[in-house]
């Protein structure tokens, strides 16, 4: 497993959002492919699926990564990013496969 002691446990999860907080909605390239991300507007978070890295989430207001891959949360610790790993079936809630 990667480490995790960057991991910043306050972290609020995807959704959490409370209602009015204004959440960056633009487009925004991808860390690990600079492919574009798109925005899950129920989640609040943007989403990249390129298949080389499997599904990546970013949620802004916690600069927070989610994903279900290990190669990716590999990368995410290299690039000293917090990142949570994630259950496939969160990321199903977002409406993809991880
Ligand atoms: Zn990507």
């Known amino acids: 497993m990667p480490k995790k002691e960057d991991v910043n446990d306050s972290c ?6 409370p ?3 204004a959440v960056d909605e633009g ?8 492919g574009k991300m798109y925005f899950a507007k129920e989640l609040r978070v ?3 699926l390129n298949k080389d890295h499997g599904v990546l989430a970013y949620y802004s207001l916690d600069e927070c990564y989610f994903t279900s891959q290990e ?5 995410l610790a ?21």
């Open 46 to 48: 943007h989403v990249c």
């Open 12 to 17: 609020a999860p995807p959704g959490s959002v």
């Open 19 to 21: 209602a009015g907080v």
């Open 71 to 75: 190669k990716a949360a590999v990368m």
């Open 78 to 98: 290299k690039e000293g990013k917090k990142f949570h790993m994630i259950e496939p079936s969160v990321l199903q809630m977002i409406g993809v496969e991880p």
């Open 27 to 34: 487009e925004r390239a991808c860390l690990l492919c600079s």
